[in-house]
């Protein structure tokens, strides 16, 4: 009986442990939306299936987002839709992994004049 108590607390810290990125890096990251407004210090970290996005002001966390191909997750733990984060804080016009294929390329620089939206990283 102690041996599966002790095996199921193993596997539960195991399966909680956080993964280790594939690459990191430190940028200034740049977001001007109707809705979003940063210009900060910030840390992009890539994982085989996401790109955790954290931006910092005055040391604080000001912009915490696990960003997957088909869902955007926020630091609240909630996850939502692609789709819906980009109507709620970019353009309901972009596709669904928008963000996900624009943090994905080297040089990340989005300009839309039209909806008013700049994301670039440094």
């Known amino acids: 009986m102690i041996k ?20 990191s890096k430190s940028s200034v990251v740049l977001f001007k939306t109707p809705q979003l407004k940063f210009y900060d210090k910030g840390f992009i970290n890539y994982f085989d299936d996401h790109i955790h996005l954290q931006v910092f002001t005055v040391g604080s966390v000001v912009l915490d987002l696990k960003i997957y191909q088909q869902k955007i997750c926020q630091s609240t733990f909630e996850c939502i839709s692609g789709s819906e984060f980009n109507k709620q804080y970019l353009h309901s016009s972009y596709k669904e992994d928008f963000l996900y294929n624009l943090f994905s390329q080297k040089n990340i620089e989005h300009k839309d004049r039209q909806n008013g939206i700049l994301i670039k990283v440094k």
């Open 4 to 23: 599966i108590i002790l095996l199921a607390i193993f596997l539960f810290f195991t399966g909680c442990s956080s993964k280790t990125p594939l690459d």
